[in-house]
């Protein structure tokens, strides 16, 4: 797989708020936030720029990811390695799913960086981090996505009573990229390859 130089890392939303399990329910991939951890220490030895996202939520129902809450802080892993690579790093704060729709303008910090290829980390696999993935690809963007590092959670709430669990939605989420042309669905080992 080829990694341009300047190919930028952006971890999705990996806060503290998605361990309360009684908001969530029950996640896929227990080995997501080693993975994340691995990603971002491989991009911060080689001096690659990494972005930090972080959902900061005015909806009650992410009541744990909000401003002022113990859940709106990144997780440890993270936090311990914000500023610690050699590269450029951008923190951007967003309201809504897409990391492209935040502050400050992740596109234009991109571009200004010429940067062409991007990689997505973090949580939601079909959520924020689809969405992410989405919008970089029809922003031009060349975009990888490391499905084992990210992680997602069951959905009962689906219209016509259908539910899915997070093996299903992250399934889903994989073929709609990667058989769409959005994005390249590889795995960390393949990416740190």
Same mark, same amino acid.
């Given at each position: 797989? $080829?990694?341009?130089?300047?190919?930028?890392?952006?971890?999705?939303? &990996?806060?503290?708020?998605?361990?309360?399990?009684?908001?969530?329910?029950?996640?896929?991939?227990?080995?997501?936030?080693?993975?994340?951890?691995?990603?971002?220490?491989?991009?911060?030895?080689?001096?690659?720029? &990494?972005?930090? &996202?972080?959902?900061?939520?005015?909806?009650?129902?992410?009541?744990?990811?909000?401003?002022?809450?113990?859940?709106?802080?990144?997780?440890?892993?993270?936090?311990?390695?914000?500023?610690?690579?050699?590269?450029?790093?951008?923190?951007? %704060?967003?309201? &809504?799913?897409?990391?492209?729709?935040? $502050?400050?303008?992740?596109?234009?910090?991109?571009?200004?960086?010429?940067?062409?290829?991007?990689?997505?980390?973090?949580?939601?696999?079909?959520?924020?981090?689809? %969405?992410?993935?989405?919008?970089?690809?029809?922003?031009?963007?060349?975009?990888?996505?490391?499905?084992?590092?990210?992680?997602?959670?069951?959905?009962? $709430?689906?219209?016509?009573?259908?539910?899915?669990?997070?093996?299903?939605?992250?399934?889903?989420?994989?073929?709609?990229?990667?058989?769409?042309?959005?994005?390249?669905?590889?795995?960390?080992? $393949?990416?740190?390859?």
């Amino acid at each position: 797989m $080829e990694i341009s130089e300047n190919a930028a890392l952006i971890v999705v939303d &990996v806060q503290k708020g998605f361990d309360a399990e009684e908001v969530w329910g029950r996640r896929n991939n227990p080995a997501a936030e080693e993975n994340i951890a691995a990603v971002i220490d491989a991009w911060q030895t080689a001096g690659r720029p &990494v972005v930090f &996202v972080r959902h900061d939520s005015a909806d009650l129902d992410c009541g744990p990811l909000r401003p002022g809450f113990w859940g709106n802080d990144f997780k440890d892993l993270v936090e311990q390695r914000r500023g610690k690579g050699s590269g450029p790093e951008l923190l951007v %704060t967003k309201t &809504v799913n897409s990391a492209f729709y935040g $502050e400050p303008d992740l596109d234009a910090w991109l571009k200004g960086a010429g940067v062409r290829q991007i990689v997505i980390v973090g949580i939601q696999t079909n959520m924020c981090n689809e %969405t992410t993935a989405r919008m970089g690809g029809n922003l031009g963007y060349d975009v990888i996505f490391p499905l084992d590092a990210m992680h997602t959670f069951d959905l009962a $709430e689906g219209p016509f009573g259908w539910t899915a669990t997070a093996e299903e939605l992250s399934r889903a989420t994989a073929v709609s990229l990667h058989g769409g042309g959005f994005a390249k669905v590889v795995t960390t080992a $393949e990416l740190l390859g």
